[in-house]
């Protein structure tokens, strides 16, 4: 069941969480050296009592596993092999695995430009270069042993029912805006297109606005225009008649009659070819439609909500999305914010999700750390509340007290945090580090596509593929 | 452009698939897609392709295939020129050295093709040990490609052969081919008693690690069977004759035992130490020359433990990483596993959009040819998620067709399976049924 809650961010009262080993001084150490020996570890026998360190070796991966499950280790230092890249993301998949927060310092000989910022990318603590020099092992330390102390802040209250997936949670002026626009169309029956950026709730505006339509009591069918196979969206929109095509094994009723009497939520409309959008819009028209392979006109009393994360103008403009349809269906339009956009609405949300998630995984989570905040406030959110949910609940998953601290959270939000030492010269950086870094955050913008980067970036596609050649991206 | 939109324009040649297999590891997912609501959803299908990135990647996938092809046409002018000085055992070995490669990059059929050029010529030596390699090449392959009844036939020759010829080895090798494909089939019995065979064969040879090899299979027969402390002695023992070993392909096998150990633990209710065997596993499958499919095994049956103890978006990530890696290792089989996988994951969570994976595998199976028993265990995976999403005709339908490939394969374990799912969907349709 679906509803509208605002709730007030409550003041927060500190508390403070109990420290960890790390916190007051014993770092647990497991180092992971080649196979023949420590070989470029073994000075840090040595610097062991010095630096407080608890130290343990492993000569390779199997060994190292089969100690990382036995016990709680705060740090790994683990020297990367000739296959740097794969051994790298190899130990990020193991210590995420590995309950407590365990961080990674990997050690390379002559760590290449790629190597630092793919280390940075996945959350790895420090990257550093062989042989390893004691300052900086000890101030990688020191940020193990700072992270250690966080400062607990309770979550906000939750209201009503923590089971429910499809509730509004927020009071940002913005989301206000949004709620006042369903207010007004929820009871009529006309046709809403929701726009918005990946993971802003769509789906969830869209169940809320028949819930509270005139349709409320007939179904909600939600259909994924992305998610299924262009050849197969018709039939799975208008159903088809026994023996239409290979595979028309029966009848099969569509979506858009499942949903009669009710609401058809169409998301990610934009990415409907030309064709099946011309049978939308005849759909849409005269309120019928015909089943694939089937010459009889079916009526159909739908109420039609779509969305899409793209933008329909443009889309239009080059031709890849019918003008007609546009107008039939942005009747009534609803923009979603961005949820950096929506400042406070984000505590109200972890603390949704964390009861939510806590419900599900028996953790009665209250609290959040400072630093966990920070984190979670400085993170670009490109998946929005859908990519908050995902984070919550992996913390949910992993928590083992009723705190969300940083430790729980994804390495890629840990990387984030401020005042992480530049990898490859520890001062200033140069240009080419500062180009290559540049290079490689538009690059994970563009999902690694070369040539939509090289169009950010302002040069050729073959100059991109040059400098990501020189630069080890 | 997508994946699915690329592939369409693709005609199903033979000659095309090294095309089709840069198709694949040159697919990007979108990112725009990735935290929409289609993101679940995301198969290598929906992924994008840069016709220029495509253009740009085909001199080196072309280099391989000529390199690839110049081996071939070497090695069937070497067997040429061995015929002509009479040489035939050194035909027979050059003709089997162009089936193993084939063998190596995963086409099957046409490894089988050099085998059986091979065999024919073999079978005209007076020295039989080169038809006994070539037989167990043949059944190797055949098990690979799910032909369990060739294969087994193939192993009842080479073994016939190698106990005439008093050649212990191949005896052993011939022993587990026939317990394999036993095994395949679920015929318990066969399968103990043919690894029970070769078992004593390699401890009068004192080969560690066959014998490791062999008490790993019987471990798994015992899991099968139901017999879990028995399946663990058996580990047990695997792990004892192959730690230590610094043969070529040990730490493979060790992390096939590792897998083994952590689907038993898995059985026995133990999801911590079986999380930590898989780990192990994986570690493993790093010391040598990394082999992805293993790899992907294990990783879904990681993603299966996750799955059986509740933790579904921890499930979800590990199976997207296999995901990953097949796909940028070019493994299309394990894709046809993986999305199989991910569809009775959906189903498992009510979610009906999760036909789109059955979908994309059953696409997969045909684009990339692979082995029809991969086809089948689609479809029934497919059956049984529309029996529960209550679509009982296209149930029946692909439950049917699951059917059908495995009789023409001879897996009567699997077909009774399938009739059996078949059964259940009759009495959903007939509201009698069941009901006095």
Redesign the interface.
């Known amino acids: 069941m679906s509803r509208t809650v605002t709730r007030s961010a409550q003041s927060t009262t500190n508390g403070l969480v109990p420290p960890t080993r790390a916190a007051t001084g014993g770092v647990r150490v497991l180092a992971v050296g080649g196979e023949s020996g420590p070989g470029p570890l073994q000075s840090l026998r040595q610097w062991a009592p010095d630096l407080g360190i608890d130290l343990e070796w492993a000569a390779?991966?199997?060994r190292?596993?089969?100690l990382?499950?036995g016990g709680h280790w705060d740090l790994v230092l683990a020297v990367l092999g000739d296959?740097s890249d794969?051994?790298l993301t190899?130990w990020v998949?193991?210590l995420r695995?590995a309950h407590g927060g365990t961080r990674l310092i990997a050690l390379a000989d002559r760590p290449s430009m790629g190597l630092a910022l793919r280390a940075e990318k996945l959350g790895v603590l420090d990257l550093l270069a062989l042989p390893l020099k004691r300052e900086a092992l000890a101030t990688a330390l020191a940020r193990v042993r700072s992270a250690a102390t966080e400062v607990a802040l309770p979550l906000p209250p939750g209201e009503g029912d923590t089971e429910d997936h499809y509730a509004l949670v927020g009071q940002s002026p913005a989301m206000l805006e949004v709620y006042k626009v369903m207010a007004r169309v929820a009871s009529s029956t006309a046709t809403v297109l929701i726009l918005g950026e990946?993971?802003t709730g769509?789906?969830v505006v869209a169940r809320t606005i028949h819930q509270h339509g005139p349709a409320a009591t007939g179904p909600f069918v939600a259909v994924?225009?992305?998610?299924?196979?262009?050849?197969?969206l018709e039939s799975e929109l208008f159903g088809h008649e026994k023996g239409a095509f290979t595979g028309a094994?029966?009848?099969?009723i569509g979506r858009f009659e499942q949903a009669g009497g009710g609401t058809l939520f169409l998301?990610?409309i934009a990415?409907m070819s030309l064709a099946l959008q011309a049978k939308i819009l005849r759909a849409v028209q005269e309120r019928e439609i015909e089943r694939v392979g089937g010459g009889e006109s079916i009526p159909v009393t739908v109420r039609l909500i779509a969305a899409t994360?793209?933008n329909l103008q443009e889309a239009i403009t080059q031709g890849r999305f019918r003008e007609d349809l546009y107008y039939r269906l942005a009747v009534v339009t609803i923009q979603l914010p961005r949820l950096v956009d929506r400042g406070d609405d984000l505590l109200l949300l972890i603390g949704h999700f964390a009861r939510l998630f806590g419900a599900r995984y028996r953790k009665a989570i209250d609290a959040l750390s400072d630093r966990a905040l920070e984190l979670l406030r400085n993170h670009q959110w490109?998946?929005?509340v859908?990519?908050l949910r995902?984070v919550i609940?992996?913390a949910a998953?992993v928590v083992s007290d009723g705190t969300l601290r940083s430790e729980h959270l994804p390495d890629e939000l840990r990387a984030e945090e401020p005042g992480v030492p530049d990898h490859t010269s520890g001062a200033l950086p140069t240009l080419a580090e500062a180009e290559a870094r540049h290079i490689a955050r538009v690059l994970s913008?563009?999902?690694?596509?070369?040539?939509a980067a090289a169009e950010v970036l302002g040069i050729h596609?073959n100059t991109l593929?040059r400098k990501m050649k020189e630069y080890g991206l | 452009m997508?994946v699915?939109?690329a592939l369409?324009l693709l005609p199903n040649l033979e000659a095309l698939l090294p095309l089709r297999g840069l198709l694949l590891t040159s697919a990007?997912?979108?990112?725009?897609?990735?935290?929409?609501?289609?993101?679940?959803?995301?198969t290598v299908?929906?992924r994008?392709v840069?016709p220029?990135?495509l253009a740009?990647s085909m001199g080196r996938v072309l280099t391989v295939v000529t390199e690839h092809i110049n081996a071939l046409f070497g090695a069937y002018i070497a067997a040429l020129e061995c015929q002509e000085r009479g040489d035939a055992p050194g035909a027979v070995s050059a003709l089997m050295g162009a089936g193993r490669l084939e063998e190596t990059v995963g086409r099957l059929s046409q490894a089988q093709a050099w085998y059986e050029v091979s065999l024919a010529l073999a079978e005209t030596l007076q020295d039989r040990h080169p038809e006994i390699e070539t037989l167990l090449s043949i059944g190797r392959t055949s098990l690979a490609a799910g032909e369990y009844a060739v294969g087994a036939r193939h192993y009842q020759r080479a073994l016939v052969l190698s106990e005439a010829e008093f050649d212990r080895g191949a005896a052993v090798d011939a022993s587990v081919g026939l317990g394999d494909a036993a095994f395949e089939c679920a015929a318990w019995a066969g399968a103990q008693a043919w690894y029970s065979r070769a078992l004593r064969l390699s401890e009068a040879a004192k080969d560690r690690l066959r014998l490791g090899q062999i008490e790993h299979r019987l471990g798994l027969l015992a899991r099968r069977e139901g017999n879990l402390a028995g399946a663990g002695e058996h580990l047990r023992r695997s792990r004892e004759h192959i730690e230590g070993l610094d043969a070529a392909g040990a730490a493979r096998d060790?992390a096939r035992v590792l897998d083994a150990q952590g689907e038993l633990d898995a059985a026995l209710g133990r999801p911590?130490?079986a999380?930590?065997a898989f780990?192990?596993a994986?570690?493993?499958v790093?010391?040598d020359q990394?082999d992805p499919a293993l790899d992907v095994s294990i990783r879904l049956h990681l993603a299966e433990l996750l799955l059986a103890t509740g933790?579904w978006?921890?499930a979800d990530e590990e199976m997207r990483?296999a995901e990953q890696l097949a796909i940028t290792s070019n493994q299309p089989r394990g894709l046809v596993r993986i999305y199989t996988a991910l569809g009775t994951l959906r189903g498992r969570q009510g979610d009906e959009?999760g036909f789109?994976f059955f979908?994309?595998a059953i696409?997969l199976c045909r684009a990339f040819e692979g082995p029809a028993v991969d086809e089948a265990r689609a479809f029934h995976a497919y059956g049984v998620f529309r029996q529960v999403s209550g679509?009982p005709?296209?149930a029946?339908?692909h439950l049917e067709r699951a059917r059908d490939i495995f009789r023409s394969l001879g897996v009567e374990a699997e077909v009774e399976r399938v009739e059996a799912a078949l059964a259940n969907s009759h009495d959903v349709d007939t509201p009698a049924a069941g009901a006095g």
């Open positions: 390779d991966l199997p190292a596993t089969r990382l499950a296959r794969e051994e190899w998949d193991a695995a990946s993971g769509k789906e994924n225009c992305a998610a299924i196979p262009e050849n197969l094994v029966a009848r099969k998301d990610e990415d994360n793209r490109v998946g929005n859908r990519e995902n609940e992996r998953i913008h563009t999902g690694g596509q070369i040539g596609r593929t | 997508r699915e939109q369409r990007r997912p979108d990112a725009r897609v990735q935290w929409g609501s289609g993101g679940p959803y995301l299908g929906k994008e840069e220029g990135e740009r060790m911590g130490p999380a930590g780990r192990e994986l570690a493993w790093r010391r990394h933790r978006l921890e990483r959009t789109v979908e994309q696409a679509n005709d296209e029946r339908a």
